[in-house]
């Protein structure tokens, strides 16, 4: 910022923009929309930036609504796994009249073990890796919303005349 600082203060608009392209960053894309918007209205120009940082923030967010189903429904089918897994192993018991055996009942019993197990690792990875995910993008929500105070506040900055 302090470079685009002292491009802006020496009208040197071009090396700006330049600069804001070769940085390939969230923020970098929002300044650059507001450097071409100079001339306009501090508002219109505001209004451009908070638009371009809507778009990085919904590009950050791409996968999260399929990250947070991952993790909401994979323990929902281990606990289905486990329910299939107690039915056969009730099914087997049936099946057997007197003559049950531990042997009936283990496959059953392991379908639903391992069912379970399996959908709470997933969903407790999910879970983690989801959080993290979110609280990445809110630091960067927050540096978005920095950049932008800083630049407006470059712009609000009064014209420094050499006397």
């Known amino acids: 910022m302090?470079?685009?600082?002292?491009y802006i203060h020496d009208s040197k608009i071009d090396a700006a923009l330049a600069l804001c392209k070769s940085t390939d960053s969230p923020s970098a894309r929002m300044i650059e929309k507001g450097i071409s918007r100079l001339g306009r209205p501090l508002q219109d120009i505001s209004t451009a930036i908070e638009n371009v940082g809507k778009l990085e923030i919904s590009k950050l967010e791409k996968g999260f609504p399929t990250l947070a189903t991952i993790t909401g429904a994979e323990p929902m089918l281990g606990f289905l796994g486990t329910v299939i897994g107690m039915v056969q192993s009730?099914?087997?018991?049936s099946?057997?009249?007197?003559?049950?055996?531990v042997s009936l009942l283990s496959d059953g019993i392991y379908t639903a073990l391992i069912t379970t197990v399996a959908g709470l690792i997933v969903g407790i990875i999910g879970y983690?890796?989801?959080?993290?995910?979110v609280v990445k993008v809110e630091k960067v929500v927050f540096n978005l919303e920095a950049t932008l105070t800083e630049f407006m506040d470059i712009l609000n900055e009064p014209v420094k005349t050499e006397r």
């Open 128 to 133: 983690f890796a989801y959080n993290t995910l």
């Open 90 to 93: 009730f099914y087997a018991m």
């Open 95 to 101: 099946q057997a009249g007197n003559n049950i055996e």
């Open 2 to 6: 302090n470079r685009i600082k002292d």
